[in-house]
């Protein structure tokens, strides 16, 4: 009897130590790894939604309180600038692009388009190559 009482008596010992000192250490050490994997979809996700801001000013703001907060620094600030200077054009274009595409009335569709022909925002090439493309899509 006095045999099992010390068996028992270690054996709980044993899981109480387990679980308040060795597992919250572990998920300690791992809450604080993050892969690079991860930090790239998260930086890839920063960029997607610094490209999708219209306002130069609101851009220029962000950056200037990133750089005061310590958050990047002013050369950082620069390329980021830089970077949304040379790609926001072309990703509004996608952008809109893949909107049109997602319209389901292809009256709908026409309608828009030829509002933004005759307001000179596209070409009637324009017009047709995205009816094309549209067409290709929906077709399926």
């Known amino acids: 009897m006095k045999k099992k009482a010390i068996i028992i008596v270690c054996g709980v010992l044993l899981a109480a130590v387990l679980a308040f000192g060795v597992v919250p250490v572990a998920a300690t050490i791992n809450a604080n790894q993050t892969t690079p994997a991860a930090q790239q979809v998260h930086k890839g996700q920063i ?3 610094l490209l999708a801001i219209q306002d130069e000013a609101k851009v220029n703001t962000l950056l200037a309180t990133a750089v005061s907060n310590n958050k990047i620094t002013a050369d950082q600030s620069a390329k980021i600038k830089a970077f949304w200077t040379t790609h ?3 990703f509004i274009k996608t952008r809109i ?3 049109l595409l997602k319209v389901k009335d292809g009256a709908k569709l026409a309608a828009a388009l030829s509002q933004a022909v005759s307001n000179g925002r596209i070409t009637d090439e324009q017009a047709t190559r995205i009816k094309a493309l549209w067409a290709q ?3 399926k």
């Open 97 to 99: 692009v893949e909107r």
């Open 47 to 49: 960029l997607l939604r």
């Open 88 to 90: 926001h054009a072309q």
């Open 137 to 139: 899509v929906h077709s």
